[in-house]
């Protein structure tokens, strides 16, 4: 069973960078697809960023193009969200989430939806206020 802990979160002034963890255990994270997605207060949650393992496809939303970048460790079990150029709307618990990947899966049309993934890290606060 994949089980997934993010790190990284805190306080940071707008324009500023933070890089985002997620730690997986149980399972080889190499099997699955892996994404980041935030929720804010009163907001659903909403995907931020997607990777496949399959096709090596990856997406982003629309908000954080160009100034957020994920990435992934296979051989430590790591995924990471590096985040650069913050904005105060960018405030949100960030989730980690993994899906697994089989060949031929198709994700363009499913990545932003959090009930494509079954497994879920607890949540890492990030703020972005002066």
């Known amino acids: 069973q994949l089980q997934l802990v993010e790190s990284g979160g805190g306080l940071v002034q707008p324009g500023g960078s933070l890089k985002l963890s997620c730690e997986a255990s149980?399972?080889?994270?190499?099997?699955?697809?892996i994404a980041w997605f935030r929720q804010a207060p009163g907001k659903e949650r909403e995907g931020v960023s997607f990777s496949g393992r399959s096709d090596g496809s990856t997406f982003y939303a629309n908000s954080v193009k160009d100034r957020f970048t994920i990435s992934r460790d296979d051989a430590k079990n790591m995924m990471y969200l590096q985040m650069n150029s913050l904005k105060p709307e960018d405030t949100a618990v960030y989730y980690c989430?993994?899906?697994?990947?089989?060949?031929?899966?198709?994700?363009?049309?499913?990545?932003?939806?959090?009930?494509?993934?079954?497994?879920w890290g607890q949540g890492t606060q990030v703020t972005v206020s002066s």
């Open positions: 989430a993994a899906e697994p990947d089989g060949e031929g899966g198709t994700w363009w049309y499913r990545w932003g939806r959090a009930s494509t993934y079954g497994y």
């Open positions: 149980g399972s080889t994270l190499a099997y699955y697809a």
